[in-house]
């Protein structure tokens, strides 16, 4: 007893001349590692900072060209990247999800912009004197608001941007003298329906559009997303309104009542880039993969069709840079994010992805959208650009991890086809499915 009491004084004889000068817990080497302070505490000036950062789609070379400019302004803040770029992004979907309500994820992620409305509970808001709310919504277009503001607050910035846009063979349009896109909804049909190839033996030879099914076109659920939100259908809480049936119903007619597209053809991606199909609607990054495939191609890029032309909207999916609640250096990691979305350092992550590929990212960036039409990839991003102030986003993203949503839409969708169900009926079911209320 006499040797605890002898430590115990020892202990409180070390701490009194720091009590003494008012210093706190975190002052104090090794009990500040435990009590908040220490080596990763972004306010403390002059001490290093080390954030971890898991990025996606880009490689560590491409983004190191990025942090090597944020270390000349913040020589002491290192930046430790690691791509996790995704075949299965349901897989990447469910490592968030569970990791962040763990507290086990690094101090900056990447997440789709349809999460973040779901992680919010889990995610650190900007400081807003790294970041403002009214200097955000100038910065970036209104379907980012939308996703990451909430109360105030925002909760992530998007990385970049992307959405549907609708692609053509120009070649295939030449052949029915068809000398521009088509810009509305019944127009499209009637392009599709001329562009269809049949012959008696051999049936469909060429697809006029690849709409209408859900099991080989690559973006079936963002098509069915832009109707629905085209439509004013509030999703999830207005997928069984009647106007959703009718945005469901004039989906699957292509396929049902005008054949412009076949089940039995090879996912719409690749049927395009085969010249099996005339017409497609991919994002901006799944057009590099066409690109590729097929450079010889005759194409061409156009936005979306309208519903009502008075009122245009097109459709969003997006990733965005958050910070998870458990990390120690959640300034510091918003600092780095403002940095990396401002536009210059935009520029120059696009400009040095266009070194290994076609083109970079489309910016996310409001004032970038004129750079677009400057750039050797106009053609291909600029369409996309020219529709973000009017973009619209729901959980019906496709390759956004969003697989619930997607794949009780696809039943949606076979149902109707099948001749099973009525649009009312398998859309009150995907409801069900996506609410939990299935009984």
Known sequence: MKMKNKITTAILLLLIPLFLTACTLSDIPVVGKYFGGGAGNPGKPGVPVSLNMWGLWETPDIMDVIIKNYQTKENLVTVNYEDRSINNPNGYKDSIFTRIKQGDLPDIVMVHNSWVPFLKDYLEPAPSDVIAVADYSQRFYPVATESSVVDGKVYAVPAHYDGLVLVYNKDHFDEIDQVSPPTAWEEFRRVALALTVRTDK?????????????????????????????????????????????????????LKSDGVWSESFPEASKAFSAGKVSMIFVPTWNLLDIVRA??????????????????????????????????SNSKAAWKFINFVSQDDQQLALFNEASKYRPYGAPFSSVNLSSQAGQSASSQYIKPVLNTAPFAKSNIFAGRSGNNTEVEALKTAVNAVLSGEVTSEQALKTCKETITGTQQ
């Not at 005759?298 to 008075?310: D, K, L, S, T």
Request: charged share 10%; glycine share 10%; no cysteine.
């Open 202 to 254: 051999e049936g469909l030879v060429r697809a006029g559009a690849a709409i209408g099914a859900a099991n080989n076109i690559d973006f079936f659920s963002d098509i069915v997303g832009l109707m629905f939100a085209q439509a004013g259908v509030s999703v999830p809480s207005g997928i069984d309104s009647r106007a959703a049936q009718d945005a469901l119903s004039f989906y699957t007619l292509f």
């Open 294 to 327: 097929n450079p010889g191609m005759n194409i061409g890029v156009a936005p979306v069709p309208q519903a009502i032309a008075e009122k245009p909207v097109s459709w969003g999916s997006f990733w965005m840079y958050a910070v998870p609640k458990s990390s």
